[in-house]
């Protein structure tokens, strides 16, 4: 692969990153300790945080490996300090997905790194670039899972349980839309180098709209049910039963009360 060089100051992780881990720490030790008076606040800020530091990633891995296939531009844009303030679209890439998450518990992706791709060279290069944001997603899963199909969940308070649950399920349901090939999308992006010109370009016009279209989907109760019907599958394999993520989300939208169920289980 091309060696890529940038200078220190565009490789140090940025102190805004920094703060949004320092509270990711701070509110997943409350939720643990049951610190907070209210529970269900110190889980809103904990996944909140926890899903800005996922996004933060993906992107970050879609710069870092731009960086080694050739286009040594993404230091100098910032891509590289993990800065969710230097993304092309801040407010596509952190502010509509938290939004989302707060509306719907859906994980919306998004869209911010721009890669120059004429600096890459290699179809391979380009699909592992776009497959690189979205295999964060699920590494992230897996780590909020591993707990769960590894039963090592002895001793660990059910609000930390139920928040790690909800956070798992942001991750695989942001993974599975990001994979999809739609224009727009992660997905596509890994197949767009191996299509031909003609197809491209008959698609290219309809790549800002891939997002709005899958959303649009999702509204359609069929695919919806059928959406999250998936979603509660592959969780399920992992060890996460549905009342845990259901639980999750009740307590993360703690302004709508809590059921007794998720309280006294």
Known sequence: MTTATTSRSDRRISPVFLGILAVTTVTGWATWTGFAEQPGVAVFLFVTAAWIVSLCLHEYAHARTALHS?????????????????????????????????????????????????RIRGRWRH????????????????????????????????????????????QVTAAILNFLPVPGLDGYGVIEPWLSYNVKRQVEPFAPFGLLFVFALLWIPSVNREFFQAIDSVLNALGIDTVAVDCGQWLYRFWEGTPELCVSR
């Open 70 to 118: 050739g286009d040594i531009s993404v230091g100098a844009k910032g891509y590289l300090t993990l800065n969710p303030l230097k993304y092309t679209h801040a407010l596509l890439s952190i502010v509509l997905p938290v939004i989302f998450v707060i509306m719907g518990g859906i994980g919306l992706p998004g869209g911010a790194v721009f890669i120059e791709r004429g």
């Open 127 to 170: 699909s592992l670039i776009s497959a690189a944001g979205p295999l964060t997603n699920v590494l992230f899963a897996a780590v909020c899972t591993a707990p769960f199909w590894l039963h090592a969940l002895d001793g660990v308070p059910y609000e930390f349980q139920y928040a790690l649950a909800f956070l798992a399920m942001l």
